[in-house]
């Protein structure tokens, strides 16, 4: 099941640093954004975060799924469900950005029909302290994509 996390219910914040390593960047947009939970047997295995960033315009910011659950297409049903939530609420186009060294990620965001449509050079060196590294390559840029509802 996935659902809204209400106001007065814990952050999943363990969760939301597996795909952002920077509290304070979590908190600013969680701050601002929709938090979506996914719960199996009463626990909370995955969650996704959904930001408006311009009008009519949604953006994800913020997949995550516990590492016992990953391969088992949980990723898929959050952002599966996040593009449903965004055609809800009236929004003609959702984006995603990952790091260029997130080749799963980016195979699953085009299977979920994201586009490619930039690239934002040294995006993690100028909003990150420390080096961040993902299959054995440092996280230096943001690929983003996006797509019409």
Do not use: W
């Amino acid at each position: 099941m996935i659902r809204a996390l209400k106001k007065d219910e814990k952050l999943p914040l363990d969760l939301l640093l597996l795909a952002d390593p920077s509290e304070k960047l979590v908190r600013e947009y969680i701050s601002r954004g929709k938090c979506f939970i996914m719960e199996r047997d009463g626990i909370i295995i995955g969650v996704y975060v959904l930001l408006p960033t311009r009008p009519e315009t949604v953006e994800i910011v913020n997949v995550a799924v516990k590492e016992d659950y990953h391969n088992q297409g949980y990723g898929k049903q959050l952002v599966l469900h996040a593009i449903e939530m965004a055609k809800d609420e009236g929004y003609k186009t959702i984006e995603i950005g990952t790091g260029n060294s997130g080749v799963i990620q980016l195979a699953l965001y085009q299977k979920c029909g994201f586009r490619m449509t930039s690239i934002d050079r040294d995006f993690f060196i100028r909003h990150y302290d420390k080096p961040i590294f993902e299959n054995g390559i440092q996280v230096i840029d943001m690929v983003r994509l996006s797509q019409d509802l």
